[in-house]
Each structure stands twice: as structure tokens, then as C-alpha cells.
């Protein structure tokens, strides 16, 4: 369990604009059919583990998509323009969503970064896990 978020049950409702100044909210996501899983990845640009997950994500960014997989990656408390600036420089492949004031991240998981939730087409909360180890895509992938 994580905040309001667990394994099994419905998934908290989450929702914010992206970087790119699009309204990203988790059921919309589900209305492309290709879309299976997502993963919602809450992060901040000051966090060393959310980094070196993120690097890794972007290797593998084919991978999601061919597994029908839609990373999304929240960021939590931090300016736009600090989320930009960061950003610019690594170039995630993925959404980004801000929550500048964390209320997403309060409602799926007040501990600490890194956190990812799967979250299946039934809206279903398929897993939660915080480290990201030498297996962390091969957990997102298998939804585990």
C-alpha cells in the first residue's frame, strides 16, 4: 500500500498538464487501444535513483511501446521551469506531467522517490515498486 494506491483496486485518479501543454489525466490515456499498461513514474530532477531510472527507461523506450506500454513520468514538486531545464538536457522520450505542489504524488504514494505504479487497462493497480534494480523494465514490462 502507498498512500491511497493499492495493489488490486481501482487507481486514484490523477491528472495534470504536460510539458508539452496537454491535459494528461490516467483514463484518457486508455482510449488508444494499443495502450495495455502504463507506468506511472514519479520523480524530481534532484533525485540520483529517479535519473539513472529514467536513462534506463529511455534505452528501452522501443520495448514499452511494443508492449503496448505508455510510460508517463510525474514529477513532483518542482517549478516547470526546473522540470524544462532538466529536460532539455536529458531528453526523457516519454509524457511528462507536473505536479508542482505533489498533490498526485500525496494521493498515490507520500513516501520516498523513486515510485512507480502499473496500472492495467482495467484500471486496475497491477504493482507498485520503488527501486529501480537491474530488473526494473523487465518488472514494468511483465506488470510485476
Not at 536529458?90 to 512507480?116: A, H, I, W
Request: proline share 5%.
Amino acid at each position: 500500500t502507498s498512500g491511497q494506491t493499492v495493489v488490486g483496486e481501482d487507481a486514484p485518479w490523477l491528472s495534470g498538464w504536460t510539458l508539452v501543454d496537454e491535459v494528461f489525466n490516467t483514463q484518457k490515456v486508455f482510449n488508444d487501444e494499443s495502450i495495455n499498461r502504463v507506468a506511472l513514474v514519479f520523480w524530481a530532477s534532484w533525485c540520483a535513483p529517479c535519473k539513472k531510472g529514467i536513462k534506463e527507461l529511455n534505452k528501452h523506450s522501443a520495448e514499452f511501446n511494443e508492449h503496448g506500454i505508455k510510460v508517463v513520468l510525474i514529477n513532483s514538486a518542482e517549478s516547470e521551469e526546473a522540470v524544462r531545464e532538466y529536460c532539455g538536457e536529458n531528453g526523457p522520450l516519454f509524457t511528462v506531467v507536473l505536479d508542482p505542489y505533489s498533490k498526485n504524488r500525496e494521493t498515490y504514494m507520500p513516501s520516498p522517490l523513486p515510485k512507480t505504479v502499473l496500472i492495467g487497462r482495467d484500471g486496475k493497480v497491477e504493482a507498485i515498486f520503488g527501486k529501480e534494480d537491474t530488473d526494473y523494465v523487465q518488472r514494468i514490462i511483465n506488470g510485476k
